[in-house]
């Protein structure tokens, strides 16, 4: 039977391998297949600094951030968002207030956090307090 901690480190090389910056804690079920160990395994990584949460059973590989000393995702939330949604086949498009700014109806510069999407997305994504929206686009 494997550790807990060779199961940890064998977690922390996919991610370090992979080409992808979010994953869902189903990605390592080839690794283990109680939930539960794969699961603590992550917490530990969290605890490290090595990914961070960014919703339910969702993580991004993640970085101590020089400015404020605290564990950051390594990419900007919206391309993150973005990578996500990719992998759950839900294409991106502009949202409104991107639109609304392509078309020079207002100066107003989104911010980025609301992302426009083909199919609805019931899912909270994003890390301390900071969050995108995801608006349906029919």
Same mark, same amino acid.
Not at 32 to 40: H, K, L, N, T, W
């Given at each position: 039977?494997?550790?807990?901690?060779?199961?940890?480190?064998?977690?922390?090389?996919?991610?370090?391998?992979?080409?992808?910056d979010v994953f869902l804690s189903e990605d390592?079920?080839?690794?283990?297949?109680?939930?539960?160990?794969?699961?603590?395994?992550?917490?530990?990584?969290e605890n490290k600094g090595k990914i961070i949460?960014?919703?339910?059973?969702?993580?991004?590989?993640?970085?101590?951030?020089?400015?404020?000393?605290?564990?950051?995702?390594? *990419? $900007?939330?919206? +391309?993150?968002? @973005?990578?996500?949604?990719?992998?759950?086949?839900?294409?991106? !498009?502009?949202?409104?207030? %991107? *639109? $609304?700014?392509? +078309?020079?109806? @207002?100066?107003?510069?989104?911010?980025?956090?609301?992302?426009? !999407?083909?199919?609805?997305? %019931?899912?909270?994504?994003?890390?301390?307090?900071?969050?995108?929206?995801?608006?349906?686009?029919?």
């Open positions: 039977m494997k550790t807990l901690n060779t199961i940890e480190d064998a977690i922390a090389r996919k991610i370090d391998d992979s080409t992808r390592f079920q080839d690794i283990a297949s109680d939930s539960q160990v794969i699961g603590r395994s992550l917490n530990e990584l949460a960014m919703g339910e059973n969702l993580y991004a590989k993640a970085v101590i951030s020089p400015l404020s000393k605290r564990i950051v995702p390594r *990419k $900007a939330l919206r +391309e993150l968002a @973005t990578e996500f949604l990719g992998y759950l086949n839900i294409e991106v !498009v502009p949202s409104s207030y %991107d *639109k $609304a700014y392509n +078309e020079g109806r @207002t100066t107003q510069v989104p911010t980025g956090r609301v992302i426009g !999407v083909k199919k609805p997305v %019931d899912l909270n994504f994003g890390y301390d307090g900071k969050f995108v929206t995801f608006e349906y686009v029919a």
